[in-house]
């Protein structure tokens, strides 16, 4: 499989960059009862420090508004999901645990104020291409809803459209039948490569030490556009 950003993105954001994890050989099963106490206990804390700060105080949260206006996307309409996230927690709509793979998912989100996504490899169909979503483009989201993806970053494989910085798709969702599976990072365009690819290898050690299996990190980069998965 060959993971690419499409070049003409780099145009509008030249920083723009991906982090992914590949694993493999994993089991999700529910989340042990470390895993849950610390999300609990992030939400908690990141609840009052919401109501003495804005949105726009936390770098991760005011770089993706950025980005996506950049792409021509309204993110008052359409919010960027670590944004919908800290909405919650403000509101204390806390996130219940669902299983190891998402709850991860979510802690990750929540601790770098960005948007990540989990997939599972069996169920996407060829290669992935990161790209702006058309008019005609849009799926069955994780939120109940069938969403619209025009000017919003996607993911899109051979089949269609599967995941996005705003809401992922159910098509390829991960499930406690899934061995291997596709996380991405959709990383502040501000941070270098090199700290990109610290932060994406330490969250794979993290998602490995619960849900075992093995993990291989990369950055997709407008100096590495592309990436093969071994």
């Not at 950003?5 to 145009?11: A, G, M, N, Q």
């Not at 969403?147 to 899109?156: A, D, P, Q, T, V």
């Not at 390829?172 to 990072?185: N, S």
Request: aromatic share 12%; hydrophobic share 35%; proline share 5%.
């Amino acid at each position: 499989m060959n993971i690419e950003v499409d070049k003409e993105l780099f145009k509008i954001v030249p920083d723009l960059k991906l982090g992914i994890n590949h694993y493999t050989k994993i089991t999700v099963s529910e989340s042990p009862q470390m895993l849950k106490g610390r999300l609990q206990l992030f939400q908690e804390q990141l609840f009052f420090e919401l109501e003495k700060k804005p949105f726009t105080d936390f770098p991760g949260l005011q770089a993706w508004r950025k980005t996506w206006k950049a792409f021509g996307a309204d993110p008052n309409r359409y919010r960027p999901s670590a944004e919908a996230l800290f909405r919650r927690i403000k509101k204390q709509n806390y996130l219940q645990p669902f299983h190891s793979a998402v709850d991860l998912n979510t802690f990750f989100s929540l601790q770098y104020e960005i948007p990540v996504g989990i997939y599972d490899l069996d169920k996407i169909v060829g290669n992935v291409q990161l790209t702006v979503g058309a008019e005609e483009d849009g799926y069955d989201g994780l939120n109940g809803r069938s969403n619209s993806l025009e000017n919003i970053l996607l993911l899109r494989d051979d089949y269609s459209p599967f995941g996005s910085p705003f809401v992922d798709s159910i098509r390829t969702a991960v499930t406690e039948e899934t061995t291997d599976a596709l996380h991405v990072f959709f990383i502040r365009p501000s941070m270098g490569t090199e700290e990109a690819l610290k932060l994406t290898t330490a969250c794979g050690n993290m998602f490995t030490s619960i849900s075992g299996g093995e993990s291989a990190s990369y950055v997709v980069s407008a100096e590495h556009p592309s990436t093969g998965l071994e």
